[in-house]
Structures are given as structure tokens and as C-alpha cells.
């Protein structure tokens, strides 16, 4: 079964994740970051760079 991801789901969660993020909201930020990776997958550029700026962002 082919699934059509709407881009704008993407960029919305996108904007959602780094607006999180910005807000030290890393509870949501991780959530919004889940829902990246089960959409496009954890390889997927944006989601490793998301990934690292989330880490980076604990320390």
C-alpha cells in the first residue's frame, strides 16, 4: 500500500519541533521528533540533524 506524506505535515512538524525546542519544551520537542522519524524514517537527513540539535540541546 503506497502512503502519500503531505509536506506541509512535515514542515509543520518541523516548525512545531524547533519551536519546542526554542522554548525548552523537550518533552514536545521529542514528541514532534517521533513523529519526523516514523514518518520518514530515522535515517532521513532532517531527522539525524534534528536529532543531533535535540542532543545538543540536553547537554
Do not use: H
Not at 17 to 46: M, P, S, W
Amino acid at each position: 500500500m503506497q502512503v502519500e506524506i503531505c509536506p506541509q505535515k512535515i514542515l509543520g512538524l518541523k516548525e512545531a519541533f524547533y519551536d519546542a525546542l526554542t522554548k525548552e519544551d523537550y518533552g514536545k520537542a521529542e514528541n514532534y521528533l517521533d513523529q519526523l522519524a516514523d514518518i520518514l524514517g530515522e535515517k532521513d537527513a532532517d531527522v539525524v540533524q534534528a536529532r543531533i540539535s535535540y542532543d545538543l540541546e540536553q547537554i
